[in-house]
């Protein structure tokens, strides 16, 4: 490997976890006072005034963005929540995931994840372009390296 791939291979490498360092940002809004927080975009991530960083409430604790939503199922009520959290309710794994619980008329999917911006209106269990982008050099590196070795 000469020594421009390595540098490569350490910025890709560290780029998530520069941006971990900096802080997690997380939309943060509902829906009940700002109508737009029921339909973020991927892409509104430049432009959204929810996008915000979260703030360190519980320093022995690893934050990450949250999504409620509840849904009246009588009628048409939908309210969505977007925050950042800090304690799971669950044994803490850093796999993004959402879980749905139904009452009587309510029904609420409570969703979780770790990375910047997670927790707008796309699925969750889709990884970032960032990530996939990293993995894909990551693997062309690597590759070029055998080619090199061998």
């Known amino acids: ?31 009940a006072e700002s109508p ?16 915000k960083d979260c703030e360190v409430n519980q320093p022995d604790h690893e934050p990450f963005c949250r999504k409620i939503v509840t849904k009246i199922l009588d009628g048409e009520s939908v309210r969505v929540i977007r925050s950042c959290g800090w304690i799971l309710q669950e044994p803490a794994r850093r796999n993004d995931t959402c879980r749905s619980n139904d009452s009587d008329y309510v029904l609420r999917t409570s969703c979780y994840c770790f990375s910047d911006a997670c927790n707008r209106a796309t699925p969750l269990g889709a990884a970032p ?22």
Do not use: E, W
Request: charged share 15%; hydrophobic share 45%; aromatic share 8%.
């Open 1 to 31: 490997m000469t020594h421009k791939h390595f540098y490569y291979l350490v910025i890709l490498v560290a780029s998530p976890l520069i941006s971990t360092a900096l802080g997690l940002k997380c939309f943060q809004c509902n829906s």
């Open 36 to 51: 737009d927080c029921a339909t973020l975009k991927s892409n509104d991530t430049d432009i959204s005034p929810h996008l």
């Open 129 to 150: 372009l960032s990530t996939t982008l990293l993995i894909v050099s990551l693997a062309k590196v690597i590759i070029r390296s055998i080619d090199i070795v061998f």
